[in-house]
């Protein structure tokens, strides 16, 4: 009896402790579930924040390689809106340097004297800076470089000399429709010389062959017709009927002079190609082919103009025509246009081209009562159109990644930006 009770009450206590032991385990397991949970509510938000740290860190390194390469905020704020601001301004001064010159020429003023002072000029505000900036790394001068420095300034004063007669003999918005012949003859000049291949199955180059068939089509039809005055200043209009056949002569000549000048013009652009290839240093060759055309066309004027008064810069419009092509024409808008060319390629500035024609018509018509004539609105209508479609083929090229006369300024900054993107990739997957 005495030992069934004992059993009994043994039986008592063990169930008393297995339920304690129950409870302290279930305890035990609450305990560690709210810390597990804790645990990972710490780790979702430790994951959280590194993600966010990731993608500011992301975000602050893409602003900072764009704003090194001049591309952040495109379209909006001084950052991205300052290539469209500098080529509209470049484009300004190029009317300006035309409209300026013009005025200097009707004084009397000679071409070429014109042409070898602002090239003389241009020397030597371009000399300090490139003494400057090649102070320590010059390349060597040799005499076939040195050949071919002469040969640039025979082209380019030749180039000059005719542009800036053209432009005398017609008007400045003539002359800065013109200059939209230069694409689709630096096509024809890469097809003479072999350097492009005519694929007629290809769509960019059908655009470009027809572009350029357009472009001449419609420098003919600017210059060889002239239609009625659609803009005329009330201070020309009698002197348009008195002197109507000499104006039309003029203007035929001016505009056969404005095509050679493009002609020459596509023609330097490839001997400048070539010389940039064996000699990399862009502002010291700027500097010799100013100091080539000043020294030409300084040689030529001594020649042909007997009398000494034609080098006279008086009045002071000649004077301020010098400075303005000097500074302006050559520093100014060969700097702006350099700067855009780095950040957004040369198919963003040859589209500001077109936008001279419209800035020089207005002037021109405004402020200098030079007359708009209706075969001068058709002509340059036909141009903008061949322009836009010899364009539109080089920028389907550089799309596809083929090779053409910018390939070698265009596959550096393609290479440097992924790079750029591969490291920006590593540095934030290392947080």
């Known amino acids: 009896m005495v030992l069934r009770d004992w059993r009994k009450h043994r039986r008592e206590n063990n169930i008393s402790l297995s339920g304690a032991t129950v409870k302290i385990t279930g305890k035990r397991s609450q305990i560690k579930g709210e810390a597990g949970a804790g645990r990972g509510a710490e780790r979702g938000g430790d994951a959280v924040a590194k993600v966010r740290e990731k993608s500011r860190f992301g975000s ?17 704020g001084l950052g991205g809106a300052a290539p469209y601001v500098g080529m509209v301004m470049a484009e300004c001064a190029q009317v300006g340097l035309m409209i300026i010159s013009k005025q200097a020429m009707s004084t009397g ?137 000499t104006q039309q002569l003029n203007w035929v000549v001016g505009g056969l002079l404005l095509i050679a000048d493009c002609l020459l013009t596509s023609g330097w652009l490839f001997l400048q190609a070539s010389i940039l290839k ?14 080539f055309v000043a020294i030409q066309c300084g040689v030529v004027t001594l020649i042909v103009e007997r009398d000494m008064s034609a080098w006279s810069v008086k009045p002071t419009l000649r004077l301020l025509a010098v400075l303005y092509s000097a500074v302006f024409g050559s520093a100014f808008q060969v700097g702006i246009c350099t700067w855009c060319l780095q950040r957004k390629g040369p198919v963003f500035v040859s589209m ?31 141009i903008v159109v061949g322009f836009y ?3 539109w083929g080089k920028a389907n090229e550089e799309k596809m990644g083929k090779p053409s006369l910018h390939s070698t300024t265009n596959k550096a900054p393609l290479i440097e930006n992924k790079i750029d993107e591969t490291e920006e990739d590593i540095l934030i997957h290392k947080i």
């Open 60 to 76: 602050r390194l893409r602003r900072r390689r764009l704003r090194e390469r001049g591309e952040v905020n495109v379209g909006m």
């Open 109 to 245: 003023m000679s071409n070429l004297v014109f042409v070898c002072y602002s090239n003389a000029l241009a020397s030597l505000v371009l000399l300090p800076f490139a003494f400057l900036l090649y102070r320590s790394g010059r390349p060597p001068l040799t005499f076939s470089l040195i050949a071919g420095f002469f040969l640039l300034g025979l082209v380019g004063s030749l180039a000059q000399i005719f542009g800036y007669a053209g432009i005398n003999f017609s008007s400045p918005t003539l002359g800065t429709a013109m200059l939209n012949l230069v694409p689709g003859f630096t096509f024809i000049l890469a097809i003479i010389f072999r350097m492009e291949k005519l694929e007629w199955r290809s769509l960019t180059c059908m655009a470009k062959s027809v572009g350029t068939i357009v472009l001449v089509t419609g420098a003919f039809v600017v210059t060889l017709y002239r239609g009625p005055a659609l803009l005329t200043a009330p201070s020309a209009t009698d002197s348009h009927y008195l002197n109507l056949p």
């Open 389 to 391: 479609s010899v364009m």
């Open 352 to 382: 500001f081209k077109p936008l001279g024609i419209a800035i020089a018509s207005v002037l021109g018509a405004l402020c200098f009562g030079d007359s708009f004539y209706l075969g001068s609105l058709i002509g340059i209508c036909i």
């Open 278 to 291: 064996s000699y990399p240093a862009e502002l010291i060759v700027v500097l010799c082919y100013c100091f």
